[in-house]
């Protein structure tokens, strides 16, 4: 894996110098920027806006409402807009906006979310400037800023009569932070958009450098691991007849997973248990995340439970660790069983020849435009997103052009507001361009 990615890095440095001829900005890109620049006020209060209002996933009736926010701005710049509801895979839905130009050739799929990870109980609720250039806020950098960097963009599109020049087709999932069940419903507005497009750009903001993006993402699956064993008096723990118990058979697991060399070994592959719980008895809620158990010091416990995620860069890289997982599963204490099972998750956003290409022409961009180059993001700095479903359906995808921050999922996350601007101003000339092509 690390010679594969030593291959991808000479790749972007290749077709950074020889395989994209070098532009200075052109007169309409500058009329882009200008009206990015221009209309940066109104930008910022519809950041401040969308933030402000609890979106957490399941405050299903504040993603409805961030939806509607954004649906009207859509709307605004004349794409029509459709609401996808998502009772049928329990969660608020999905905002789908659409623009077909008149001289159209390039079809492009725009990616965001409206929901963030901070539920109506969390303490983090509001926008709150720390100085010029930072401010705090749920879901400002993750990614209620590259919603708005989106809009940005093809505000100036349409102004300058570009747009007129694309496909364009926006998804605004409503349960990006927490997935709905069965991803066959809860991701099908989105991966029937990737089968129509030709190039796929996430507006997620990556690992919170403007100065990077993303050719690939890890895919992230959950496991759930269950134990059992036979009850007993602790003092008759380890009798012949009784066994080790299903707390120690499930450390006996975990130990294994973080002690296996095989699995260790995986570049760019990690795996963690998020949440353990053991007992005489055992009641999980998987749908808020809740365990209840009881247990006392002197009994052999019976129940194990195990939840955690891993996460790869190839599906072949996690079919390979799933299958060494599930052997160590095998090698019970005596007297215990288990069972590991993995969901379906997000799948793996490869990296590809199309990808660096169009990493390729959005660094020339930012060059032209004074911002300088942009690498790749290493996959290890940055998680799953939505992108992941689109990318093996269109040409070409890249991910992380939304708002730079930091301390994202946390109740410190902060954005860098100077990169509203300028994202949208790169994002606008990459989109110019490939309508040119």
């Given at each position: 894996?690390?010679?594969?990615?030593?291959?991808?890095?000479?790749?972007?440095?290749?077709?950074?110098?020889?395989?994209?001829?070098?532009?200075?900005?052109?007169?309409?890109?500058?009329?882009?920027?200008?009206?990015?620049?221009?209309?940066?006020?109104?930008?910022?209060?519809?950041?401040?806006?969308?933030?402000?209002?609890?979106?957490?996933?399941?405050?299903?009736?504040?993603?409805?409402?961030?939806?509607?926010l954004f649906s009207e701005a859509f709307a605004q710049l004349d794409f029509t807009v459709e609401?996808?509801?998502?009772?049928?895979?329990?969660?608020?839905?999905?905002?789908?906006?659409?623009?077909?130009?008149?001289?159209?050739?390039?079809?492009?799929?725009?990616?965001?979310?409206?929901?963030?990870?901070?539920?109506?109980?969390?303490?983090?609720?509001?926008?709150?400037?720390?100085?010029?250039?930072?401010?705090?806020?749920?879901?400002?950098?993750?990614?209620?800023?590259?919603?708005?960097?989106?809009?940005?963009?093809?505000?100036?599109?349409?102004?300058?009569?570009?747009?007129?020049?694309?496909?364009?087709?926006?998804?605004?999932?409503?349960?990006?932070?927490?997935?709905?069940?069965?991803?066959?419903?809860?991701?099908?507005?989105?991966?029937?958009?990737?089968?129509?497009?030709?190039?796929?750009?996430?507006?997620?903001?990556?690992?919170?450098?403007?100065?990077?993006?993303?050719?690939?993402?890890?895919?992230?699956?959950?496991?759930?691991?269950?134990?059992?064993?036979?009850?007993?008096?602790?003092?008759?723990?380890f009798r012949e007849d009784i066994g080790s118990g299903a707390i120690y058979e499930a450390a006996?697991?975990?130990?294994?997973?973080?002690?296996?060399?095989?699995?260790?070994?995986?570049?760019?592959?990690?795996?963690?248990?998020?949440?353990?719980?053991?007992?005489?008895?055992?009641?999980?809620?998987?749908?808020?995340?809740?365990?209840?158990?009881?247990?006392?010091?002197?009994?052999?416990?019976?129940?194990?439970?195990?939840?955690?995620?891993?996460?790869?860069?190839?599906?072949?890289?996690?079919?390979?660790?799933?299958?060494?997982?599930?052997?160590?599963?095998?090698?019970?204490?005596?007297?215990?069983?288990?069972?590991?099972?993995?969901?379906?998750?997000?799948?793996?956003?490869?990296?590809?020849?199309?990808n660096l290409r169009l990493l390729a022409l959005y660094s020339q961009v930012s060059e032209d435009?004074?911002?300088?180059?942009?690498?790749?993001?290493?996959?290890?700095?940055?998680?799953?997103?939505?992108?992941?479903?689109?990318?093996?359906?269109?040409?070409?995808?890249?991910?992380?052009?939304?708002?730079?921050?930091?301390?994202?999922?946390?109740?410190?996350?902060?954005?860098?507001?100077?990169?509203?601007?300028?994202?949208?101003?790169?994002?606008?000339?990459?989109?110019?361009?490939?309508?040119?092509?």
């Amino acid at each position: 894996m690390r010679k594969q990615l030593r291959y991808w890095l000479i790749g972007i440095v290749g077709m950074l110098s020889a395989g994209v001829p070098a532009f200075s900005a052109t007169p309409i890109e500058q009329q882009l920027s200008e009206h990015i620049e221009a209309n940066l006020p109104a930008a910022t209060d519809l950041l401040i806006r969308s933030v402000n209002i609890n979106s957490g996933t399941m405050n299903l009736a504040g993603v409805r409402e961030v939806g509607d926010l954004f649906s009207e701005a859509f709307a605004q710049l004349d794409f029509t807009v459709e609401w996808v509801d998502g009772s049928s895979f329990q969660r608020a839905g999905h905002l789908v906006a659409r623009y077909a130009g008149a001289e159209a050739g390039r079809k492009v799929l725009l990616i965001g979310h409206l929901d963030t990870v901070f539920e109506p109980d969390s303490p983090f609720q509001r926008f709150t400037r720390i100085d010029d250039e930072h401010a705090t806020g749920p879901g400002i950098a993750d990614m209620k800023g590259g919603n708005v960097i989106m809009l940005q963009a093809l505000s100036a599109l349409r102004a300058s009569g570009v747009l007129e020049q694309l496909d364009v087709t926006v998804v605004l999932t409503g349960d990006e932070e927490l997935s709905g069940k069965p991803l066959a419903l809860s991701k099908q507005a989105l991966i029937d958009a990737a089968r129509y497009a030709d190039v796929a750009l996430g507006f997620e903001n990556g690992d919170g450098d403007y100065r990077t993006a993303n050719v690939s993402r890890r895919g992230s699956v959950s496991w759930q691991l269950d134990v059992s064993g036979i009850p007993a008096h602790s003092s008759q723990v380890f009798r012949e007849d009784i066994g080790s118990g299903a707390i120690y058979e499930a450390a006996r697991i975990i130990s294994a997973f973080h002690d296996d060399e095989a699995l260790r070994g995986e570049e760019y592959l990690t795996f963690n248990p998020g949440r353990m719980a053991g007992g005489t008895t055992l009641r999980n809620n998987p749908v808020d995340n809740t365990t209840s158990t009881y247990g006392k010091s002197n009994v052999v416990a019976e129940y194990a439970l195990v939840e955690g995620d891993i996460r790869a860069l190839s599906a072949e890289q996690l079919t390979r660790s799933k299958a060494r997982m599930q052997a160590i599963v095998a090698e019970h204490l005596p007297q215990t069983a288990a069972e590991l099972a993995f969901d379906e998750g997000y799948p793996p956003m490869a990296p590809s020849a199309g990808n660096l290409r169009l990493l390729a022409l959005y660094s020339q961009v930012s060059e032209d435009l004074g911002f300088g180059p942009v690498t790749a993001v290493n996959p290890l700095r940055a998680g799953a997103a939505d992108i992941s479903f689109a990318a093996d359906h269109v040409d070409m995808a890249i991910d992380g052009l939304g708002m730079s921050g930091s301390e994202g999922h946390t109740v410190n996350e902060t954005g860098y507001l100077p990169s509203l601007a300028l994202q949208a101003k790169r994002a606008a000339v990459l989109l110019y361009r490939l309508a040119q092509e």
